[in-house]
């Protein structure tokens, strides 16, 4: 019988990288920080204008599209203009825009529709919204590509 190896067995190297959490982290915070604030702002914006009881959410259907609308512009500017910090996006694309911004209160609100009666209203504003923001995005972002086009020398 022969020793155990025990060169194999010492604890690797640590290396000059830093651990997964440590590059993670700030990340995770600032899109915590910046869905707080999104939803936030949703959530006054639906205090501000209700949806009455059977009737078309317009606070949410317009948050949608506005929201779309800024993520729109801001991908162009912070791909083809502006060489942002590598938290800008994750705070403010993911983290404010994707809290303001809300794929399950549409959902719920097309369910209340439908369970409460008004399953027309619940298709219109399937549509609308899903036509209304992917519009909204597409001419954000070919309306400020044209404007910095124009604006560039």
Partial sequence: MTAP??????????TARQPAW?????????????GALGAT??????LWWPAQQGGFPWATFWTNVVGCAVIGVFMVVITD??????????????????????FSTYAV????L???????????????TLIAALTA???AAA??????????P
């Fill in 143 to 152: 309306a400020t590509r044209r404007v910095l086009k124009w604006r560039q």
């Fill in 41 to 46: 702002a949703r959530y006054a914006a639906s």
């Fill in 22 to 34: 440590r590059t993670q982290a700030p990340i995770v915070a600032v899109v915590a920080v910046g």
């Fill in 81 to 102: 203009v502006w060489a942002a910090h590598r938290l800008v996006r994750p705070f403010f694309g993911t983290g404010v825009l994707g809290g303001f911004t809300t």
């Fill in 114 to 128: 439908v369970d409460g009666g008004h399953p027309r209203t619940g298709l219109a504003y399937l549509a609308a």
């Fill in 5 to 14: 190896d025990t060169e194999n067995l010492r604890a690797p190297t640590r």
């Fill in 137 to 139: 995005v597409w001419l």
């Fill in 109 to 112: 609100d097309i369910q209340r």
